[in-house]
C-alpha cells in the first residue's frame, strides 16, 4: 500500500550531473526520515545521504560536496543532486523512506532502484 517511485537516472559522462527523484505514494500516516543508498556491482549497498523530517542531513564522506540531498514533505519526494559525477559513482542507487502506514509501526520502504552510469 505504500510505494516509493524514483526516476533520474541515465548515463552522464565523467564530472556532469544528475538528479534523482523518488516520490512516496500510498496509505502514509508519516513521513520520518528519508534517503539514498546505492549498489554497485561486486559490493555491498552502502548508505549516500539521509536526511530528517526536519532537514537535517548526513553525508557519506565520498560524496560530501558533491551531492545534496533534499525533500519536499508536501510532495512526499526525496531528491538527490549529484554534480561532478565519477565512475566510481556508477551504481544502482536506491531510495528509502521510514513511513508509519495506517495503525502500524513505522518501517523502512524501498524504492525499485535506478541505474545511474558514469563513463566516456
Known amino acids: 500500500q505504500v510505494q516509493l517511485v524514483e526516476s533520474g537516472g541515465g548515463l552522464v559522462q565523467p564530472g556532469g550531473s544528475l538528479r534523482l527523484s523518488c516520490a512516496a505514494s500510498?496509505?502514509?500516516?508519516?513521513?520520518?526520515?528519508m534517503g539514498w543508498y546505492r549498489q554497485a556491482p561486486g559490493k555491498q549497498r552502502e548508505l549516500v545521504a539521509s536526511?530528517?523530517?526536519?532537514?537535517?542531513?548526513n553525508y557519506a564522506d565520498f560524496v560530501k560536496g558533491r551531492f545534496t540531498i533534499s525533500r519536499d514533505n508536501a510532495k512526499k519526494t526525496v531528491y538527490l543532486q549529484m554534480n561532478s559525477l565519477k565512475p566510481e559513482d556508477t551504481a544502482v542507487y536506491y531510495c528509502?523512506?521510514?513511513?508509519?502506514?495506517?495503525?502500524?509501526?513505522?518501517?523502512?520502504?524501498w524504492g525499485q532502484g535506478t541505474q545511474v552510469t558514469v563513463s566516456s
Open positions: 528509502y523512506a521510514n513511513i508509519k502506514s495506517g495503525w502500524g509501526p513505522a518501517r523502512d520502504y
Open positions: 500510498g496509505r502514509i500516516s508519516s513521513l520520518n526520515a
Open positions: 536526511i530528517s523530517t526536519g532537514g537535517s542531513t
